[in-house]
C-alpha cells in the first residue's frame, strides 16, 4: 500500500529552523520523485520544493530557494525538507507528495496528510 506520513512540524519563532521528514512506503524508491508543498487557511496548495531519486535533481519555489534544503535517504526511505531562517508567512500544513514531474500540484496522484508549521514571535 503507497503511504506518505510527514512528520516535524511545529512552532518556531522567526528565524528559526524545522526539519521536516516524508517517510515514503509502497513505492520503489529508488526512481521515485517526491515533492513538499504548503497550504495556508484559505490558499490553494503551493509548490515548495522537488526532488528526484532517480537523476538526484532538486527543485525550489523562488520564496524558499536559499533557506530549505530538501534531501532524500534511499536506505530509510525518507525526504527531509531543512527549513531555515523560517519567516511568519511560511506559516502553513505542509504536506509531501510522491510520483509526480515537478513542483506542481496537479501532477501527483499520492499525497500524505500533512504537518503544521507556525512561525510566529
Do not use: I
Request: glycine letters at 16%.
Amino acid at each position: 500500500e503507497a503511504q506518505l506520513v510527514e512528520s516535524g512540524g511545529g512552532s518556531v519563532q522567526p528565524g528559526g529552523s524545522l526539519r521536516l521528514s516524508c517517510e515514503v512506503s509502497g513505492f520503489d524508491f529508488g526512481d521515485l520523485a517526491v515533492g513538499w508543498f504548503r497550504q495556508a487557511p484559505g490558499e490553494g496548495r503551493q509548490g515548495v520544493s522537488f526532488v528526484s531519486n532517480g537523476d538526484g535533481s532538486t527543485s525550489y519555489s523562488d520564496d524558499v530557494r536559499g533557506r530549505f534544503t530538501v534531501s532524500s535517504d534511499k536506505v530509510k526511505h525518507t525526504v527531509y525538507l531543512q527549513m531555515n531562517s523560517l519567516k511568519p508567512e511560511d506559516t502553513a500544513v505542509y504536506l509531501c507528495a510522491a510520483g509526480g514531474l515537478d513542483t506542481r500540484p496537479g501532477t501527483y496522484d499520492y499525497w500524505g496528510q500533512g504537518t503544521q508549521v507556525t512561525v510566529s514571535s
